[in-house]
Nanobody
Framework: QVQLVESGGGLVQAGDSLRLSCVAS????????IGWFRQAPGKEREFVAA????????YYADSVKGRFTISRDNAKNTVYLQMNSLKPEDTAVYYC?????????????????WGQGTQVTVSS
C-alpha cells in the first residue's frame, strides 16, 4: 500500500504561482514514477506531469510545458509541482498518483494509488 497526500492548492490570480506537494508513505521503495493529474468540473481527468522516482526523467503535458516544473526530494518522499504563470484554464482539482510500472505516463490507468486531491482556482 502507498498513501499519497497533496497540499498547496488555493485561490490565486492569473499570472501567479503555486507549489503543490505530494508526500508519499508506505511501500514507496518500489515506486517507479509519480504523476500529477488534474480534473476540472465536467471534464475528464488529464495528465499534467510525471517524474521517475530515480534519475531525472520528467514528462509534461503540452499545455503546461514551460510553465510547470515537477521535481522530487526522495529523502522527504515528496514530489513537487511548481506552477508559474497560472491561467484560469489551469483551474482544477490536482491529484498525484504513484505507479510501480513502466508504461504510458500520461495514462491514468498506469497508476496504482491516488491522493485525495487539492483544489487550484485561478481567477482572471
Amino acid at each position: 500500500q502507498v498513501q499519497l497526500v497533496e497540499s498547496g492548492g488555493g485561490l490565486v490570480q492569473a499570472g501567479d504561482s503555486l507549489r503543490l506537494s505530494c508526500v508519499a508513505s508506505g511501500r514507496t521503495f518500489s515506486t517507479y514514477a509519480i504523476g500529477w493529474f488534474r480534473q476540472a468540473p465536467g471534464k475528464e481527468r488529464e495528465f499534467v506531469a510525471a517524474i521517475k522516482w530515480s534519475g531525472s526523467t520528467t514528462y509534461y503535458a503540452d499545455s503546461v510545458k514551460g510553465r510547470f516544473t515537477i521535481s522530487r526530494d526522495n529523502a522527504k518522499n515528496t514530489v513537487y509541482l511548481q506552477m508559474n504563470s497560472l491561467k484560469p484554464e489551469d483551474t482544477a482539482v490536482y491529484y498525484c498518483a504513484q505507479t510501480w510500472s513502466r508504461g504510458t505516463y500520461y495514462s491514468a490507468d498506469l497508476y496504482n494509488y491516488w491522493g485525495q486531491g487539492t483544489q487550484v482556482t485561478v481567477s482572471s
